[in-house]
């Protein structure tokens, strides 16, 4: 059965601070596909980033950088130089690639983050 | 451009009361999603419909009916909602969908506030 879990339910950094959070997933496919989600305080959930089980490379995206590692079933999030913008909660998904296709997305629980001014 | 919108942004109704959630995409995605999110929890899937026809229902009580009238539209048909029923309700597109091989990062909306009284 697939499974997310992220740890830190809640993290407050001071602006301007790194803030990386962890995504540890479960999963018995060989192929998969992990993704990123920023909940603001509005509602909408906002799509970061997709990243395929057989595509290991590290991405930067400005501020944002995924780090993927298969070895450990882990695929962390880093903030760099975090602002307010940044407070929200962020999800971390997985969905499989089965014999019929992809599967639903199996979100973890979320971590609060608050970027103090 | 990656917009889905929903309306109402937020809905009040009676236990009595028949209601329907409206979500719009002009993405030309092949599936839609519902949600449900409680305060605090990541969203639960409620239905998935894929090329306009139901693929998924979650085990939904039938006091949630779907509809999908065309390609671009999904509505939620609400009657005799329950207290416990008050979540936000996010409506969520993918180019490609579930049980399907391709794209399936969801684009979400900004979701109805509902409050069942």
Redesign the interface.
Same mark, same amino acid.
């Given at each position: 059965a697939q499974k997310v879990t992220q740890a830190q339910t809640e993290i407050s950094v001071v602006e301007k601070e790194d803030v990386t959070l962890d995504c540890v997933y479960e999963t018995r496919d060989t192929t998969y596909y992990l993704f990123w989600y920023k909940q603001p305080p509005s509602g909408e959930l906002v799509f970061l980033i997709r990243r395929n089980s057989f595509d290991e490379q590290n991405e930067i995206s400005g501020r944002y950088s995924w780090n993927f590692q298969k070895s450990t079933s882990s695929f962390n999030f880093t903030i760099t130089a975090s602002q307010v913008v940044d407070s929200a909660v962020y999800f971390c998904a997985l969905s499989e690639f089965a014999n019929s296709g992809n599967t639903p997305l199996v979100f973890g629980k979320g971590t609060r983050l608050s970027v103090i001014a | 451009d990656?917009e889905v919108t929903q309306t109402p942004k937020h809905l009040v109704m009676g236990m009595t009361n028949k209601k329907s959630l409206k979500c719009e995409q002009h993405m030309g995605h092949r599936a839609m999603y519902w949600y449900k999110q409680k305060a605090?929890?990541?969203?639960e &899937?409620m239905f998935?419909y894929s090329y306009e026809k139901l693929s998924?229902n979650e085990s939904v009580p039938s006091r949630f009916s779907p509809e999908c009238p065309n390609s671009s539209l999904l509505n939620l048909h609400l009657h005799a909602l329950q207290p416990e029923d008050s979540a &936000?309700y &996010?409506c969520?597109s993918s180019q490609? =969908?579930?049980?399907?091989? =391709?794209?399936?990062?969801? %684009? %979400? =909306?900004? =979701?109805t506030?509902l409050t069942v009284l």
């Open positions: - | 990656t605090k929890k990541p969203p &899937l998935v998924i &936000l &996010l969520a490609d =969908g579930v049980n399907s091989v =391709g794209y399936n990062e969801q %684009f %979400f =909306g900004p =979701g506030r």
